[in-house]
């Protein structure tokens, strides 16, 4: 007679055996060491390195995007700004991003991925109107195939997982591409997501910026699971883990998981190693929670400054084409910085614009006590 352990003995076998295709690298895949000279060893596994040109880009539009990042956060002190979260040492995975996509992929940034907005070609005051507070989102989202900034944590995880699956039904080859921080894993929406996007099969990239803190909560108050890429195996989705201070590690397993999940391979999360330099927000004291030396250490970790060197020693980058990239990043600041000098102007009665298809009765009346304060 069968006992029930020997009936589940041949499942169990199996279910190990598709886990450990799932599983991501024992250590993040990179291809730099700290200063940008080659990793140790096999560290790339079976990654390819991405092209010069490629990293060129990447380099131009990494630069830019910290001058970018340094100006948003001086406006913020200066008051043109409400509120402005820094990606200052995320530009690998703020840029690797944009540039593993298509034109015709999406988008889903959170609030901290201003950045990756101006590296899609995002005009910069509209990709700020957001955090300026002169409305929901500055740019039009089906033009630039980007979501708008998300505030609330990992909400448009799922929304990112339906356009994929909505794209995959038509018969279209486009890929979702979701960022989402370490402190976002935590919510029920990821999982949702995951589930979700596992189930159906659809072609998107999660892509986890573990930067240490959830504002001030570190990763071990938020996790106990060996790495946040392991996460995915619990529901089918295959996981990586890449040093995100490393421009060609994140370009190639970006690149990599982008088109598996094109191709019909399904969705993959990418859990990005890196730390966020700056305070959560211009509203944070993050001396309170971390000290001053982990900071510095990981600013020796700079993936701008490991992927000059790294560029330079090959012969790839020159003198002037590094002056030419810090003066066009210049340039860009100024006409931010001139652009958004300028006070913003705005109907105060649009705030009950596109709340509800049909606006509610509650909504009618409160946008009736603003007109009669307006008039006064």
Same mark, same amino acid.
């Given at each position: 007679?069968?006992?029930?352990?020997?009936?589940?003995?041949?499942?169990?076998?199996?279910?190990?055996?598709?886990?450990?295709?799932?599983?991501?690298?024992?250590?993040?895949?990179?291809?730099?060491?700290?200063?940008?000279?080659?990793?140790?060893?096999?560290?790339?596994?079976?990654?390819?390195?991405?092209?010069?040109?490629?990293?060129?880009?990447?380099?131009?539009?990494?630069?830019?995007?910290?001058?970018?990042?340094?100006?948003?956060?001086?406006?913020?002190?200066?008051?043109?700004?409400?509120?402005?979260?820094?990606?200052?040492?995320?530009?690998?995975?703020?840029?690797?991003?944009?540039?593993?996509?298509?034109?015709?992929?999406?988008?889903?940034? !959170?609030?901290?991925?201003?950045? @990756?907005?101006? /590296?899609? =070609?995002?005009?910069? $005051? +509209? %990709?700020? #109107?957001?955090?300026?507070?002169?409305?929901?989102?500055?740019?039009?989202?089906?033009?630039?195939?980007?979501?708008?900034?998300?505030?609330?944590?990992?909400?448009?995880?799922?929304?990112?997982?339906?356009?994929?699956?909505?794209?995959?039904?038509?018969?279209?080859?486009?890929?979702?591409?979701?960022?989402?921080?370490?402190?976002?894993?935590?919510?029920?929406?990821?999982?949702?997501?995951?589930?979700?996007?596992?189930?159906?099969?659809?072609?998107?990239?999660?892509?986890?910026?573990?930067?240490?803190?959830?504002?001030?909560?570190?990763?071990?108050?938020?996790?106990?699971?060996?790495?946040?890429?392991?996460?995915?195996?619990?529901?089918?989705?295959?996981?990586?883990?890449?040093?995100?201070?490393?421009?060609?590690?994140?370009?190639?397993?970006? !690149?990599?998981?982008?088109?598996? @999940?094109?191709? /019909?391979? =399904?969705?993959?999360? $990418? +859990? %990005?190693? #890196?730390?966020?330099?700056?305070?959560?927000?211009?509203?944070?004291?993050?001396?309170?929670?971390?000290?001053?030396?982990?900071?510095?250490?990981?600013?020796?970790?700079?993936?701008?400054?490991?992927?000059?060197?790294?560029?330079?020693?090959?012969?790839?980058?020159?003198?002037?084409?590094?002056?030419?990239?810090?003066?066009?990043?210049?340039?860009?600041?100024?006409?931010?910085?001139?652009?958004?000098?300028?006070?913003?102007?705005?109907?105060?009665?649009?705030?009950?614009?596109?709340?509800?298809?049909?606006?509610?009765?509650?909504?009618?009346?409160?946008?009736?006590?603003?007109?009669?304060?307006?008039?006064?």
């Amino acid at each position: 007679m069968t006992t029930q352990a020997e009936h589940r003995m041949p499942a169990a076998t199996a279910i190990g055996s598709a886990d450990a295709a799932l599983l991501p690298s024992a250590e993040p895949v990179r291809f730099l060491d700290d200063d940008g000279g080659p990793a140790p060893g096999d560290a790339h596994g079976r990654y390819e390195r991405p092209s010069t040109e490629l990293l060129r880009r990447a380099y131009d539009a990494m630069v830019l995007g910290r001058r970018f990042d340094a100006q948003a956060t001086a406006l913020t002190k200066q008051g043109r700004l409400a509120v402005y979260p820094s990606s200052r040492g995320q530009e690998a995975g703020e840029i690797g991003a944009v540039l593993a996509l298509r034109d015709t992929d999406w988008l889903f940034p !959170t609030y901290r991925d201003t950045m @990756a907005l101006i /590296g899609r =070609g995002i005009d910069p $005051v +509209e %990709a700020l #109107t957001l955090l300026r507070g002169s409305w929901h989102c500055g740019y039009d989202p089906m033009a630039t195939r980007t979501a708008p900034q998300c505030t609330p944590l990992a909400t448009h995880a799922p929304h990112a997982v339906g356009v994929a699956y909505a794209a995959k039904r038509r018969g279209e080859d486009t890929v979702a591409l979701v960022l989402i921080g370490d402190g976002g894993t935590s919510e029920g929406d990821f999982h949702e997501a995951l589930n979700f996007a596992a189930v159906f099969h659809a072609p998107v990239v999660f892509l986890v910026q573990n930067n240490g803190f959830a504002i001030s909560v570190p990763l071990s108050r938020q996790t106990a699971a060996p790495s946040l890429a392991h996460k995915g195996v619990g529901y089918g989705i295959r996981g990586e883990r890449v040093d995100g201070n490393d421009p060609l590690a994140v370009l190639a397993v970006l !690149t990599d998981a982008v088109e598996s @999940a094109r191709a /019909g391979g =399904g969705p993959v999360l $990418v +859990e %990005a190693h #890196t730390y966020r330099v700056e305070p959560h927000t211009n509203a944070d004291d993050d001396a309170r929670y971390r000290d001053h030396d982990e900071v510095e250490a990981w600013k020796r970790r700079d993936p701008i400054a490991r992927l000059e060197a790294h560029l330079r020693s090959r012969g790839e980058l020159t003198d002037d084409d590094v002056a030419a990239a810090r003066s066009a990043a210049e340039e860009y600041a100024t006409d931010v910085r001139t652009r958004l000098s300028e006070e913003a102007t705005g109907d105060p009665a649009e705030l009950f614009a596109h709340v509800y298809a049909e606006p509610t009765p509650q909504l009618r009346e409160q946008a009736g006590w603003l007109a009669e304060e307006l008039a006064r």
